[in-house]
């Protein structure tokens, strides 16, 4: 079975500290992958697309890296913000242009002033 | 990129009844899906919207519960049908092809409330 797994559940750094959240899938034959940020009660925005030929992606201060050896996926932030502060959530896509996304359950972040 | 749009926002329905969301998309694009997402949980798909033809529904979602409709390139609808207290989730639009190629965007979402 496909899956995607975020680890941890749930982050709380002070403001400026660079931090790093982590995706695992279960199947390498990735398509492609990518992460999206929900706020609270609101959709989701992307943030970076990993196509499966990628190592890493970067937007500002966000880099996304992507190791289909070993099933992982890193989203790096750099001088975390209060404005951060958000779930972010981890999704691969195996099928291709018209396949759809598996989601991970999404790391919460908290960024403290 | 694309944007989505949703209608209703949120609803608060009574049991037995249906609810119909709508998704419009800004530009024409090849896939349209509809997910869910239960509370405090990560999103589900439950089915593909395919233009002219019948939606791709994954287990566990059925035509009978679920009818989608996708009369063109940039709309679709999803209906919940007889609903009950366990429906209440929000319910996503995303789409993705065409100008967007193979990132997948996401509508803000319908939060439906089933007494």
């Known amino acids: 079975k496909q899956e995607v797994t975020q680890i941890p559940a749930a982050l709380s750094v002070p403001e400026g500290e660079n931090l790093v959240l982590n995706c695992s899938f279960t199947?390498?034959?990735?398509?492609?992958l990518q992460w999206f940020r929900q706020d609270p009660g609101k959709g989701l925005t992307s943030l970076l697309l990993?196509?499966?030929?990628?190592r890493e992606q970067t937007s500002g201060r966000l880099n996304a890296s992507l190791d289909k050896s070993s099933g992982r996926s890193t989203l790096y932030i750099a001088a975390s913000q209060p404005g951060d502060s958000a779930t972010y959530l981890c999704?691969?896509?195996?099928?291709?242009?018209?396949?759809?996304?598996?989601f991970g359950k999404g790391t919460k972040l908290s960024v403290k002033p | 990129s694309a944007v989505i749009s949703q209608k209703p926002s949120r609803d608060i329905c009574q049991r037995g009844t249906s609810l119909t969301i709508q998704c419009q998309v800004d530009?024409?694009?090849?896939?349209m899906f509809w997910y869910r997402q239960q509370p405090g949980q990560s999103l589900t798909l439950i089915a593909t919207?395919?233009?002219?033809?019948?939606?791709?529904?994954e287990s566990g979602f059925v035509i009978d519960k679920f009818p989608i409709s996708r009369p063109n390139l940039t709309f679709s609808t999803l209906t919940v049908s007889n609903m009950s207290p366990e429906d209440s989730s929000i319910y996503l639009c995303?789409?993705?092809?065409?100008?967007?190629?193979?990132?997948?965007?996401f509508g803000p979402g319908t939060r439906l409330t089933v007494l």
């Open positions: 530009s024409q694009v090849t896939m």
């Open positions: 999704a691969v896509n195996y099928g291709g242009s018209q396949g759809n996304l598996i």
């Open positions: 990993i196509q499966s030929s990628q």
């Open positions: 199947d390498s034959a990735i398509y492609n």
């Open positions: 919207a395919n233009q002219g033809s019948e939606a791709t529904y």
């Open positions: 995303s789409a993705k092809g065409s100008l967007t190629q193979d990132t997948q965007y």
